[in-house]
């Protein structure tokens, strides 16, 4: 997911029509140009005190406005993967 979305450990079902792989994030939406276009640091600072996650670092390529509902995604894999648990983000850091 993003720096704002929750997390998840899962475990892999091993199933042969997915060469025994999930995916490892959701993906993204934006790429990273269109992220610096449409995108403003002060969107990314909304969007973190909504969510109450404090980020050291990170510029717009990486805004969580970014990437697609990680909920969907792990919907999406359910055959692929078992969910062990789930964290919710509060302090990130990332490279500028």
Known sequence: ???TAKGFIVR?????DSLNSASHGAGRAFSRGE???RFT???IKKELKLK?????GGNTEEAPMAYKDINEVMNA???LVDILGMF?????RMDK
């Not at 109450?52 to 050291?56: G, S």
């Open 77 to 79: 894999q359910s055959e």
């Open 52 to 56: 109450n996650v404090t980020l050291m």
């Open 1 to 3: 997911g993003s720096m």
């Open 12 to 16: 892999g079902k091993g199933n042969p």
């Open 35 to 37: 992220c610096r276009n």
């Open 88 to 92: 919710q983000p509060r302090i990130v």
């Open 41 to 43: 640091q002060n969107d």
